[in-house]
């Protein structure tokens, strides 16, 4: 399927947390039926998996954020997977390529991170695993899924839109 520039228009804006029919109708100057269809033929062509996201405001709803960086060994890869993907407040799990080869991002309750974190740094040196790199909360600055190169007028959208959520 080739995209056209409102098929991109549309997946710039649902990958930057735009997720009504009605706020893409509006965004991108068509109808609400419109959008409706466009995003229908884009999930039946797999190019897009899910079209509905938000921006959780976490520090409202008394949750730190934590990163960890990790590099565990290839013969450890597979048991970690499936004990990080176990924990409840596991939130996101990467393979990443460079100084760690795991990125993981916790969703702690307020006045629990300090246990969190030592239990699933328990987990990871069960693992034998190196550069353990934790980052105790982050803000979110930018947010953009999107294969497309940002348009300016579509960026300040997003930016506006951002902020009259949070």
């Not at 009504?20 to 109808?31: H, I, K, M, P």
């Not at 039926?33 to 996201?53: F, H, M, P």
């Not at 991002?105 to 550069?131: N, S, T, Y």
């Not at 497309?148 to 997003?158: C, T, V």
């Amino acid at each position: 399927m080739a995209l056209d520039d409102l098929d991109r228009k549309i997946i710039q804006y649902l990958s930057s947390g735009t997720n009504s029919y009605q706020e893409l109708a509006r965004n991108c100057d068509v109808t609400r039926n419109t959008i409706y269809r466009r995003i229908a033929l884009l999930e039946n062509e797999g190019i897009i998996k899910n079209t509905l996201n938000c921006v959780v405001n976490l520090e409202q709803m008394d949750i730190t954020p934590v990163t960890i960086g990790v590099r565990i060994r290839q013969t450890n890869q597979d048991k970690a997977i499936n004990l990080l993907t176990a924990n409840k407040y596991v939130r996101f799990l990467w393979r990443t390529y460079g100084d760690h080869n795991f990125t993981v991002v916790v969703f702690c309750p307020k006045g629990k991170e300090g246990l969190i974190i030592q239990d699933i740094r328990a987990v990871l040196e069960g693992l034998d695993a190196e550069h353990v790199c934790i980052s105790v909360g982050f803000v979110w600055e930018k947010m953009s899924y999107s294969p497309f190169e940002e348009q300016p007028k579509i960026e300040e959208k997003i930016t506006q839109i951002l902020k009259n959520r949070l």
